[in-house]
């Protein structure tokens, strides 16, 4: 009898050991073969540029920046369940900061990305301790006020900030040419979904599960909610403003637009097609639909349109995202493998 049988009939303990065995081997073949297949998938980002043209390069490079967004955004609210529309924020503050300062006060590349990074840290625990004692839509609400109020300060104060015209900002290597920010944005997305994994393979993983499971059980069992998730709010916005002060000074011109809603929306929508509570779902959302943006361009009157369906499809069909497609390929094909993966069942 196997395995599946002896979890349904435990009066059955001669296959105990045998189940457990074979557990522990699946899941070490599990995790042997997703690191062989993330380790392909990074020795192959590593060498597209050599096939690839600058216009394609710099594609990816800009889908890099959002896929490291959507990743600490999913953080936040695909694994602590808290619904921020003010994430995008912290890049624009972070990339503001470094260019001001560089501009106003001569400080270099180092001192400016630090100083933005450390705002982003200062504001997102100010606002945490505030806001953080909410959720859901009143999260949100909070969380998109505090957008609006900063963009439209970036934009009234035009002699200070550029205004909508923006303000310029110096070159990190100096060049416009994509390929030295293509790697620098790759190592800052290997860095962004790396210190999420860590998080979420911790004891601080668990808490921030239960608190988002259920709050009420989880502050029985002793986990301090206000402190973790103020922690993580923290931790997803640095990351943000990581993100956000590089990306300032890898395109030569900042504007209020990094701060528009829309710029939120792309982010959620990059975490639900590729797969909100997964590590690498977020990634390949991204990364898959500003590919798809750019093959659409020409069409661009129903681009928008054309990933709206495809937004609702998913949440209809695929709630898991790509995630939940790939790991039902192997179902479909009759290959095995395991159960669908749902956002909601995680």
Same mark, same amino acid.
């Given at each position: 009898?196997?395995?599946?049988?002896?979890?349904?009939?435990?009066?059955?303990?001669?296959?105990?050991?045998?189940?457990a065995?074979?557990?522990?081997?699946?899941?070490?073949?599990?995790?042997?073969?997703?690191?062989?297949?993330?380790?392909?998938?990074?020795?192959?980002?590593?060498?597209?540029?050599?096939?690839?043209?600058?216009?394609?390069?710099?594609?990816?490079?800009?889908?890099?920046?959002?896929?490291?967004?959507?990743?600490?955004?999913?953080?936040?609210?695909?694994?602590?369940?808290?619904f921020?529309?003010?994430?995008?924020?912290?890049?624009?503050?972070?990339?503001?900061?470094?260019?001001?300062?560089?501009?106003?006060?001569?400080v270099?590349?180092?001192?400016?990305?630090?100083?933005?990074?450390?705002?982003?840290?200062?504001?997102?625990?100010?606002?945490?301790?505030?806001?953080?004692?909410?959720?859901?839509?009143?999260?949100?609400?909070?969380?998109?006020?505090?957008?609006?109020? %900063?963009?439209?300060?970036?934009? @009234?104060?035009?002699? !200070?900030? =550029?205004?909508?015209? #923006? +303000?310029? /900002?110096?070159?990190?290597?100096?060049?416009?040419?994509?390929?030295?920010?293509?790697?620098?944005?790759?190592?800052?997305?290997?860095?962004?979904?790396?210190?999420?994994?860590?998080?979420?393979?911790?004891?601080?993983?668990?808490?921030?599960?239960?608190?988002?499971?259920d709050?009420?059980?989880?502050?029985?069992?002793?986990?301090?909610?206000?402190?973790?998730?103020?922690?993580?709010?923290?931790? %997803?916005?640095?990351?943000?403003? @990581?993100?956000?002060? !590089?990306? =300032?000074?890898?395109? #030569? +011109?900042? /504007?209020?637009?990094?701060?528009?809603?829309?710029?939120m929306?792309?982010?959620?929508?990059?975490?639900?097609?590729?797969?909100?509570?997964?590590?690498?779902?977020?990634?390949?959302?991204?990364?898959?639909?500003?590919?798809?943006?750019?093959?659409?361009?020409?069409q661009?009157?129903?681009?928008?349109?054309?990933?709206?369906?495809?937004?609702?499809?998913?949440?209809?069909?695929?709630?898991?995202?790509?995630?939940?497609?790939?790991?039902?390929?192997p179902?479909?094909?009759?290959?095995?493998?395991?159960?669908?993966?749902?956002?909601?069942?995680?």
């Open positions: 009898m196997g395995c599946s049988a002896s979890r349904s009939e435990p009066f059955e303990p001669h296959n105990s050991k045998t189940c065995a074979s557990t522990s081997l699946l899941s070490m073949n599990t995790r042997l073969l997703k690191t062989i297949g993330l380790a392909g998938v990074l020795a192959a980002a590593l060498g597209f540029p050599a096939v690839m043209s600058d216009y394609w390069t710099y594609v990816l490079t800009i889908a890099f920046f959002y896929a490291a967004m959507a990743a600490s955004w999913n953080l936040l609210a695909g694994y602590t369940g808290q921020s529309l003010g994430h995008h924020t912290f890049a624009m503050i972070s990339a503001y900061t470094s260019t001001l300062l560089m501009a106003k006060a001569e270099g590349f180092g001192p400016g990305i630090a100083a933005g990074i450390l705002l982003a840290v200062v504001l997102s625990w100010a606002l945490g301790v505030v806001c953080l004692k909410v959720h859901g839509l009143y999260l949100a609400l909070i969380t998109w006020a505090f957008a609006e109020v %900063a963009r439209n300060y970036l934009r @009234m104060h035009f002699t !200070f900030t =550029g205004g909508d015209r #923006g +303000l310029d /900002s110096a070159l990190l290597f100096g060049t416009l040419k994509p390929l030295p920010y293509y790697y620098l944005f790759l190592g800052i997305l290997v860095f962004t979904v790396g210190i999420i994994a860590v998080i979420m393979y911790s004891r601080m993983g668990y808490y921030l599960r239960a608190i988002r499971d709050a009420i059980a989880a502050r029985s069992m002793g986990v301090h909610i206000v402190r973790y998730k103020v922690l993580t709010f923290i931790i %997803a916005s640095a990351l943000a403003g @990581m993100a956000g002060a !590089f990306y =300032g000074h890898s395109i #030569g +011109l900042i /504007s209020p637009v990094m701060g528009d809603f829309n710029e929306a792309m982010i959620i929508i990059f975490v639900v097609i590729g797969g909100m509570r997964t590590q690498t779902g977020p990634v390949a959302g991204a990364i898959v639909i500003r590919i798809a943006l750019e093959l659409l361009r020409e661009s009157e129903i681009r928008i349109v054309i990933l709206s369906i495809l937004v609702i499809l998913i949440m209809r069909f695929f709630n898991g995202g790509l995630m939940e497609l790939v790991h039902r390929l179902q479909w094909l009759h290959l095995g493998g395991r159960e669908s993966v749902s956002a909601y069942d995680k």
